[in-house]
């Protein structure tokens, strides 16, 4: 089973790679997490975002593996305690089947990829900026990893 974070947007800020990097590290060998990035879609003012999510949308269908479990990290999606997300975790591993996490860009995620995931998932009510999100995700992926390890890490 492969880990796969497929981000919209790239050349993220050192604390953003730094933070990343940190809690990828932690990840046990048979959880490593492989990031790709899909360039933004070109937004200006006279062109609707519409055109900027479709070109975002292809590059990510096309990180999608055709057998892969899909998460979309998405607004209304639903929300997950980290226990459960341990719990989820634990089960993606056994079913043997790639896991890809998708973030999308400022303006979300397009029809077509919420219509390809298996999961909709929100990390919060609050708004939180794309950067940001990746390194909760991190954090949390390896928190829901120390649960199910019984490393010390996690305090409930």
């Given at each position: 089973m492969k880990l796969k974070?497929?981000?919209v947007g790239t050349r993220m800020p050192a604390w953003v790679e730094s933070g990343c990097q940190?809690?990828?590290k932690r990840m046990p060998p048979e959880l490593r997490v492989q990031a790709t990035e899909i360039p933004l879609g070109v937004r200006g003012k006279n062109q609707?975002?519409?055109k900027a999510i479709e070109a975002e949308s292809q590059g990510l269908?096309?990180?999608i593996g055709e057998h892969d479990f899909v998460v979309a990290l998405d607004v209304i999606g639903k929300p997950m305690s980290t226990e459960k997300l341990a719990q989820n975790l634990a089960?993606?591993?056994m079913n043997g089947q790639d896991v890809c996490l998708v973030i999308g860009g400022p303006d979300g995620l397009s029809a077509d990829i919420l219509a390809r995931a298996n999961?909709?998932?929100?990390l919060s009510d609050l708004t939180l900026p794309h950067p940001l999100v990746r390194i909760v995700l991190?954090?949390?992926l390896y928190r829901a990893w120390t649960i199910n390890a019984n490393h010390p890490y996690h305090r409930s």
């Amino acid at each position: 089973m492969k880990l796969k974070l497929l981000v919209v947007g790239t050349r993220m800020p050192a604390w953003v790679e730094s933070g990343c990097q940190e809690y990828g590290k932690r990840m046990p060998p048979e959880l490593r997490v492989q990031a790709t990035e899909i360039p933004l879609g070109v937004r200006g003012k006279n062109q609707p975002p519409a055109k900027a999510i479709e070109a975002e949308s292809q590059g990510l269908l096309k990180a999608i593996g055709e057998h892969d479990f899909v998460v979309a990290l998405d607004v209304i999606g639903k929300p997950m305690s980290t226990e459960k997300l341990a719990q989820n975790l634990a089960s993606w591993q056994m079913n043997g089947q790639d896991v890809c996490l998708v973030i999308g860009g400022p303006d979300g995620l397009s029809a077509d990829i919420l219509a390809r995931a298996n999961m909709r998932w929100s990390l919060s009510d609050l708004t939180l900026p794309h950067p940001l999100v990746r390194i909760v995700l991190m954090e949390q992926l390896y928190r829901a990893w120390t649960i199910n390890a019984n490393h010390p890490y996690h305090r409930s």
